[in-house]
């Protein structure tokens, strides 16, 4: 008897052992419904994640993003800076000291860019294209490792005190030395045009994430899309500062000095210029604002940044934006209470909320 | 002990044992990585064999350390190694990217990442 009972016990102990020590099957059974793409664009890592409900075959959904992921690229060619593309040859033409016709389907952006400057106090700028160039940070093959010279930010700052307005429906220029660079914006614009697309596709249950410039619709099945708010000094790209489960409409983007970045005599030089002094903007490592529309949360995100721990609030007011995430320059975390009650902070995250 | 005794607790035992494997087995975060080179998947490795893989980009190779089911770049030729700073990768939907050697890795399958995406 006691035998028997030891067999069984020892059968138990190694059946035990058995399952938790087990690789399990990483291959699911079915067909997942969740497709993903991964692939660069805009000068970043753009990933498209979709859900698909019945309506739409597996094979329907891959063709949906992979014309999603077309469409992607060719806004990248049409808007970059100093490409073959659209913005490039305007930003030649003025240059040149031409006035140049805006396309029809261009206005829209350039309008909402304009828009924001001005709510913003010009601490978004889409015209500071020459001072993102002399910094490189608009094409990643021609990443600097030093800063410019003082009096070449200067010079390409000069040109930007009282330039020209884009006005809607008319040419723009002559502008001397102002070259348009959507880079605060565009990312964000170009998620809200693929998800509409997708949507069209038969696909309303998506996150379209451009280099964390992210539109979360619809839902995960029968959960919420959810989203991590990346930690500014990450160890890793899974360590996350809080996690918010999207409401079925909703834009997360976060201006960061750890996207693109240098280091030089100790000092982190990152992509997001201040256009009052030309120079990387201090104050804070990350702002994360979530809204409705990405477009205009895209250009929050950096004119908040911007604006600096003392000044963002009287900005957030103007762009009427009132959830957000800052982690300041000294790794203090602050979350407005229009947001806190939406985020999940990671464990060991200390944050203050704020009016 | 009695037979009744006996189903009891292999009932019991199993029941545990069932229990363990679905909520404290070991977790598979990710299953295999996805390299690309510019627009092209250039391979997929599973994650349960460590080796290194060169990954021939615009500029040059970039390495990737695929070790104890994550991945990380450990060498780019690019100038100021933002891939490199990244670190390990565990999950699944994670990825990363050289920008300038237009190399990027994504981990694919396994269970499901906590996050669908991560704003950063």
Redesign the interface.
Known sequence: ?RLR?GL?AAA?VA??AY??????D??PAQPSP?H?R???AM???V?I?AYRGDAVSPEQAEQALGDAERSLLDFEHRWSAWGEGELGRINRKLAAGDTVGIPPDMQDLFGLAMEQTRKSRGLFDARIGNLVWLWGFDD??R???EPPPAAEVQAALAPLRGAREFEPGKPYGPAPGVAWDFGAIAKGYAVEQAVAQLKRAGLPDV?V?A????R?VGR?GDRP??????HPR?????E?LA?LNTDGDEA???S?D??????HGGRRYHHILDPRSGEPARGFQSV?VVTRDAALADAASTALFVAGPEHWRDIAARLGTDRLLLVDAEGRVAVTRALAPRLEFAPGIQYQVVE | ?TVAD?IV??AA??L???L??RY???A?PA?AV?L?S??EVVARYPL?RDRRVDVQG??GVSVLDIRDGRVRFIASP???K?CIH??????S?????C??N?V?V?L????EA???????
């Open positions: 008897m009972q069984v138990v059946g035990l399952l938790a020590l087990r690789t399990p990483p291959t969740v993903r991964d692939f660069l000068g970043t890592l990933s994640s990643e093959s990443y600097r490792s996150i994430n280099g964390g410039n992210l979360a995960h899309w959810r989203v991590g708010i990346r990450a160890k890793s790209p899974g996350v996690a997360v983007l976060t960061g750890y996207e693109r970045y240098f280091e994360t | 002990m006996r607790v292999v035992s199993l545990v044992g069932i363990f494997a404290w087995g070991p598979v299953a996805e690309r510019g627009r349960d615009r500029l690019c100038r100021n933002v990244a670190g390990w990768l565990r999950h939907g994670e990825a990363a990217a920008l300038p237009r990027s994504s694919i399958g396994g269970v906590e996050f669908d995406a991560v704003a950063f």
